[in-house]
């Protein structure tokens, strides 16, 4: 009978298939879409869509910018 995968070991599989691995703690990263708020040149209002790599230790200063 093969172990229960929980979600948290294939997100850190997944991070070590791909190198996506946060240098300070080791953890496999996230990514997070950032939209701000961006004024077009007909003065309308739209927004610009950015994917930020998250993880355990930098989550509090992406959620603060």
């Known amino acids: 009978m093969a172990k ?4 948290s070991d294939k997100v850190r599989k997944a991070g070590m298939v ?6 300070t703690c080791g953890e496999a990263m996230s990514y997070v879409k950032r939209l701000e708020p961006v004024k077009k040149a007909s003065g309308s209002l739209g927004f610009k869509d950015t994917m930020v790599p998250t993880c355990k230790c930098n989550i509090k200063e992406v959620q603060e910018a």
Do not use: L, T
């Open 4 to 7: 229960k995968q929980s979600f």
């Open 18 to 23: 791909f190198g996506k691995v946060c240098p």
